[in-house]
């Protein structure tokens, strides 16, 4: 990718036991993501398509406009970020995607999230 168009995406997760219920195979992930722009120009996110793995294969798709409601611009040297959540039927699965985005000067290009897992604490060592 041209540095003129450079997306880094960092990702925190968190476990929430209180969302969450063992009997019922329903495990709820909360994430942090963080977007900076290290290219040159003006940014948007305009949609974002997520695949979220549980241990079972069992695969959600999740596509949408936005993130959290926005479609925020990001300029060079800045950031956005924005915390979410997902359920998943086993105690570790992964996420990873893809953001679609738009430069001021109309240039779209995806920017990768790179896959991270969810664990249940103490479950993988």
Same mark, same amino acid.
């Given at each position: 990718?041209? =540095?003129?168009?450079?997306? %880094? @995406?960092?990702?925190?997760?968190?476990? $929430?036991?209180?969302? *969450?219920?063992?009997?019922?195979?329903?495990? /709820? /992930? +909360?994430?942090? $993501?963080? @977007?900076?722009?290290?290219?040159?120009?003006?940014?948007?996110? $305009? =949609?974002?398509?997520?695949?979220? !793995? %549980? +241990?079972?294969?069992?695969?959600?798709?999740?596509?949408?406009?936005?993130?959290?409601?926005?479609?925020?611009?990001? +300029? &060079? %040297? =800045?950031?956005?970020?924005? *915390? =979410?959540?997902? $359920?998943?039927?086993? &105690?570790?699965?992964?996420?990873?995607?893809?953001?679609?985005?738009? +430069? %001021?000067?109309?240039?779209?290009?995806?920017?990768?999230?790179?896959? /991270?897992? !969810? *664990?249940?604490?103490?479950?993988?060592?």
């Amino acid at each position: 990718m041209d =540095s003129l168009y450079k997306v %880094d @995406i960092d990702v925190s997760t968190e476990f $929430i036991e209180e969302e *969450s219920n063992y009997d019922n195979d329903r495990y /709820f /992930f +909360a994430y942090t $993501i963080k @977007i900076t722009n290290s290219g040159k120009v003006n940014v948007q996110l $305009i =949609s974002r398509h997520w695949i979220v !793995l %549980d +241990a079972n294969n069992k695969q959600q798709e999740i596509k949408g406009l936005g993130v959290v409601g926005e479609q925020p611009v990001i +300029a &060079p %040297d =800045s950031n956005f970020q924005y *915390s =979410s959540g997902t $359920i998943i039927e086993t &105690p570790v699965g992964t996420m990873h995607g893809t953001y679609q985005m738009v +430069a %001021d000067n109309g240039y779209k290009f995806d920017a990768t999230i790179p896959m /991270f897992s !969810l *664990s249940v604490p103490k479950v993988i060592n």
